[in-house]
């Protein structure tokens, strides 16, 4: 089923500028999609553009917060004209089926208030656990952050190449490296293979209903030097996320 994001954009038009900022306001709540099982997770943003002002979260209709508020600012200056937006992020989920509706947002600006539309949310019964090889293998705590590990063959000779591919899914807007710790590997001798500059893909990919941004962290050429079962540990990565100059970050 196809997601219908429904938002609402006010612009003012007002005969000064605010800041030193453009002119034209924009308020706007979206979510990535509007059905969902219940336990699964909906993100809801609400972005105000061009204002300063601080805006509380809507109501949610008896949706939960799992996680959030999260900050991320943005400026852009063309020809002169300078534009700045504030977006604030929430994970919410459903713990039963059933439709709930998130109310407007609002924000005072100039002496009025502006709002976004109302939001419906479908919410069906829970799915089954996941049976996709990325979810099971890396989601851990948080479901908006994991990594894999992935091998193009789980069966081999002694001397066989073995290539391990670690991937990192995202659906935070930025993130900064906080450290990492290599894997141990026993029983094999590794070779890097060179990736150059790290970069997300440039298009999301979907696992179990949810879009990720997704880049490829390592790769590594693996040669066993032994018989039996041989393990991979894993490979630990600390990020901070969604930092401006208004958040911290996390």
């Known amino acids: 089923m196809g997601t219908v994001l429904r938002s609402l954009i006010v612009v003012l ?48 209709g008896g949706l939960v917060i799992v996680r959030g508020p999260s900050e991320s600012s943005s400026f852009s200056n063309v020809n002169g004209r300078m534009s ?26 100039g002496g009025g208030v502006i709002a976004t539309d109302p939001i419906t949310i479908t919410v069906g019964k829970a799915a089954a656990a996941p049976s996709d090889p990325y979810t099971a293998q890396g989601q851990g705590r948080d479901p908006n952050l994991f990594a894999t590990i992935s091998l193009n063959r789980n069966k081999g000779y002694v001397g066989e190449q073995v290539i391990a591919t670690y991937t990192l899914y995202s659906r935070y807007t930025s993130l900064e490296p906080a450290g990492s710790e290599l894997p141990k590997l026993d029983g094999f001798w590794a070779e890097e293979v060179d990736l150059g500059n790290i970069r997300f893909e440039d298009r999301p990919r979907t696992i179990n209903g949810v879009q990720y941004r997704v880049a490829v962290l390592r790769q590594q050429v693996l040669f066993p030097q032994r018989s039996g079962k041989l393990r991979i540990e894993p490979l630990k990565l600390s990020y901070v996320a969604d930092r401006s100059f208004i958040n911290r970050g996390r």
């Not at 059905?35 to 949610?60: C, K, M, W, Y």
């Not at 992020?89 to 039963?96: E, G, N, Q």
């Open 84 to 109: 700045m937006s504030v977006a604030r992020s929430w994970v919410l989920t459903a713990t039963k089926p059933g439709t709930f509706t998130i109310g407007p947002a609002r924000v005072q600006v």
């Open 13 to 60: 038009l007002i005969p000064f500028t605010l800041g030193g900022f453009g002119q034209e306001i924009a308020f706007t709540a979206v979510v990535d999609r509007n059905t969902v099982a219940a336990g699964e997770h909906i993100l809801l943003t609400v972005t105000l553009t061009n204002s300063q002002q601080r805006f509380a979260p809507p109501d949610l």
